[in-house]
């Protein structure tokens, strides 16, 4: 019962933050993650198996954790907070992955990419190029977890399409107004997504 009141909670609070975190329209949103007010995390596992999966959940957590701990008081974007904090998040990068009994190359670093649209359950994020923080473990040839840094904007377990895919989605931010869409955009975007529902590609 104590579980499902937190859940109630975290919920309510999730539509209560909506009204001031919900882009103005797809230019803004645009513009948020190509400035770097927004920035977009990346884990890449070594490879898909069960035992990556969790080392790469672990090193998500301790870098959203850090991030989260450290990040400076002032107005600064997502981008500049992480790159003054670049080599702290590449230590608890690090640091998580040996404690989840991953010994190889764990690498972090900032960079530019072009992402393709996707489609996040009734809202879609738009193409374009973005910078990015991108963890690799090991050869990183495995599906890759991907979310913003902040962790109060996370969209947890969520995967990207490959590059590749035959279908085309619109350069917009959109919304499914119905209660159901609406809802389920709502639980992606802070941390409530099932996850299982969006990790089922396993070119991501």
């Known amino acids: 019962m104590i579980f499902q009141e937190a859940d109630m909670l975290k919920s309510l609070l999730c539509m209560m933050m909506v009204c001031a ?3 103005q329209g797809a230019d803004d949103t645009a513009n ?6 927004w920035l977009r995390i990346h884990v890449i596992a070594q490879d ?29 974007s997502m981008l500049e907070n992480a790159r003054t904090l670049l080599r702290l998040l590449e230590d608890a990068a690090c640091t998580a992955a040996r404690e989840a009994g991953f010994q190889e190359d764990v690498h972090l670093s900032l960079v530019n990419a072009d992402f393709p649209a996707y489609d996040l359950g ?40 490959p590059e590749s895919s035959p279908e085309a989605l619109p350069d917009t931010w959109q919304w499914d107004w119905s209660v159901q869409g609406f809802f389920r955009s709502l639980m992606c975007i802070f941390g409530l997504c099932a996850p299982t529902e969006a990790a089922d590609d396993p070119q991501a």
Do not use: F
């Open 21 to 23: 975190l919900l882009p």
């Open 32 to 37: 948020k993650l190509r400035s770097g007010e």
């Open 48 to 76: 898909d198996t069960d035992e990556m999966q969790q080392v790469k959940a672990q090193v998500r957590d301790g870098v959203l954790a850090a991030y989260q701990a450290n990040r400076p008081a002032d107005d600064a």
């Open 122 to 161: 009734g809202a879609v994020l738009p193409a374009g190029r973005y910078p990015a923080l991108v963890i690799r473990l090991g050869d990183a040839r495995g599906h890759n977890w991907w979310g913003l840094i902040d962790p109060m904007m996370a969209l947890w377990s969520a995967s990207l399409p």
